[in-house]
């Protein structure tokens, strides 16, 4: 059963609501001959021991969000880089500037404005009855999103842990950039445009992962909606680096730097989290750093408290089980996607955030590319879109634990989807095309505040051993919906923006069924999650 608003349960173990956690003893206390070592779930560790939201919580934070910025170099480049760059008259006949475009003037009577390497357009020819092109490498990059985020996900949740999957793709990602600026004709470029979709899918999930596993319970909502400040906060950089750097291949370059700058001078200030070391049965590397935790934020940790999965903490506490005073090395667990599915819980939890994720990212994506159609600076108009989104992000994040996440989450895409319908009714003249502005720019407020909150919330259904393959698979989801939402903008006129307020009404209504996580503990097994959810 879901607890209701504003209750903070101590223990999910325990059905009176009474503190599973006894008096802590004096520092320096070690368990003596016979006596037990006190047996306690990582929430209950931060929360009584460690710190929920310390020092340590907030650099190794910072830090490990940073990736965002980098997920949003990667992804939002071919803005500029695949734009439709102005042209010019040279020839005087056989060109008129007042044509709307190039197709029916005569070769060599017209140029790019700044060159065949201002763009990819310019540089191959990607207009008139090429222009599908453009379409197709954005396509294929989100596919290739789609596929990482799956095999990423698995492998943090398995052998690469979460810092060494996100080492992993962040030097794909500096790698394929990099190569991307040498591509010799478009072939290749869709190539490694794929490939960097590829190891970007793992970026934002793995960071996500590992920046908000170690929060306490109660902290963890805020701190994993504050994610999405740093991809906004990219798209905004890369306007600037964009206009910096006006060529195609120097700012594939310029993009790709800070993935090298992050490996090197950040990468090893993070630590890997101490959830997949304790599922893995590591549990001295996770003690480790969970002492290292209580020392950063001003705790004491008593050497008689020690971690156990959140099953294992149950039968611990209903004295079915007696632990050994030493930590040691226990046998690894782990889950994949089809323990998901066999589980009636999680599998119901799976279908549900796959299916808003996939029309939450149509909305999201096919507005974003209706607010470029502004008709405005290209540079301008992408930095004032990353800004109009982050209000959206401080509103949920300060309503959050206030409303739970179930009613944030059904109420951000209905608000998003009433001024989607509004859209679609008001025509694209005069003053009804401020008002058709204005409703997008609504939209896409209201649906940045559910993308944000949909990667907390989906974590929070799923525990440890398979969260990050559930949240690749409704990464993947999420993909599929990029993939289709440059289909459906380029339908113009109304219908765009219905089909976008229909997605944001299906996407609250199964939002609905999906059960309240707010205060709840974040499970380590399968058999926790059900044995929490069924008492």
Known sequence: MANSPGSNPISHGSSLGV??????KEPGWDSGPGSEPQKVCIDDMLQNYCGEFGYWQLKHFVLTSLAWALEAFHTMVMIFADRDPGWRCVGGLGCDEKESNVC???PGSWEWEGGPGSSTVAQWG??????????????????????????????????????GSLTAVCILNAIFGCLTSLAPDYSTY????????????????CSFVLATEPVGPTKRGVAGMSTFYFFSTGIALLSGIAYIFPSWRALYVASSIPSILFLVLVVPFISESPRWYLVRG????????????????GHHLPDGVSLALDDEANDASNGNQIWKAAAVEKEAISGSIVDVIRSPITRIRLFLAVGINFTCSVVYYGLSLNVVNLETNLYLTVLLNAVAEMPAFTITAVLLDKFGRKPLAIGTQWFSAIFCF?????????????????????????????????????????????????????????QMGAILAPFVVILGGGFPFLVF??????????????????????????????EGELA
């Open 19 to 24: 503190p599973l956690l006894v008096p802590s």
């Open 104 to 106: 029916g003037l005569e």
């Open 126 to 163: 990607l207009v008139c009855g090429q222009k599908y092109k453009v379409g197709l490498v954005q396509a294929l990059f989100f596919g290739g999103c789609m596929i990482g985020a799956g095999v990423f996900g698995h492998l943090s949740d398995s052998k690469l842990g979460r810092k």
């Open 190 to 205: 869709l190539l490694l445009r794929f490939v960097t979709g590829f190891s970007t899918g793992g970026v934002g999930l």
């Open 282 to 297: 590591k549990m001295n590397e996770a003690m480790k750093i969970m002492r290292t935790i209580a020392n950063a934020n």
């Open 422 to 478: 509004m859209g679609s009714l008001t025509g694209n003249v005069g003053i009804s095309k401020v008002i058709r502005m204005c409703c997008g720019l609504l939209g896409i407020f209201g649906m940045a505040g559910t993308y944000n909150l949909l990667f907390i919330y989906t974590a929070e259904l799923f525990p440890t051993v398979v969260r990050n393959a559930a949240l690749g698979c409704a990464t993947q989801a999420a």
């Open 501 to 530: 307020g229909v997605c944001g009404l299906i996407g609250g209504m199964l939002a609905s069924y999906l059960p309240e996580t707010l205060n709840k503990p974040l499970y380590d097994t399968m058999t926790g999650l059900e």
